[in-house]
Nanobody, 114 residues
Framework: QLQASGGGLVQAGGSLRLSCNAP???????????MAWYRQAPGKEREFVAH???????NYSDSVIGRFTISRNNSRKTVWLQMHSLKPEDTAVYYC???????WGLGTQVTVSS
């Protein structure tokens, strides 16, 4: 139900923009959801990256503050994660998450080379 895209291989210091689309949600449903990004690096637990509430309030993990920006467009039923100044430690599979109820999208791989 959630389609994430935009991952890839980038050098340290580079940028990527991830997108998450909810094509099956109608506009009035998507606009009520809190949307979030999580990531999971190899051998590690999935961790919170950022979220944006239905009224636009945002919150970020300390590790990405100042480098990542989450945004949404309800009419397009899409949420983005703009990532700048990427570091090798940002390498992970990034997952889109919607709540309520909790729904996970398929992940998109982000690899940052040093």
């Amino acid at each position: 139900q959630l389609q994430a895209s935009g991952g890839g291989l980038v050098q340290a210091g580079g940028s990527l923009r991830l997108s998450c689309n909810a094509p099956r949600n109608i506009f009035s449903v998507f606009s009520t959801k809190t949307m979030a990004w999580y990531r999971q690096a190899p051998g590690k637990e999935r961790e919170f990256v950022a979220h944006i509430t239905n009224d636009g309030r945002v919150n970020y993990s300390d590790s990405v503050i100042g480098r990542f920006t989450i945004s949404r467009n309800n009419s397009r039923k899409t949420v983005w994660l703009q990532m700048h100044s990427l570091k090798p430690e940002d390498t992970a599979v990034y997952y889109c998450h919607q709540t309520p109820p909790a729904i996970w999208g398929l992940g998109t791989q982000v690899t940052v080379s040093s």
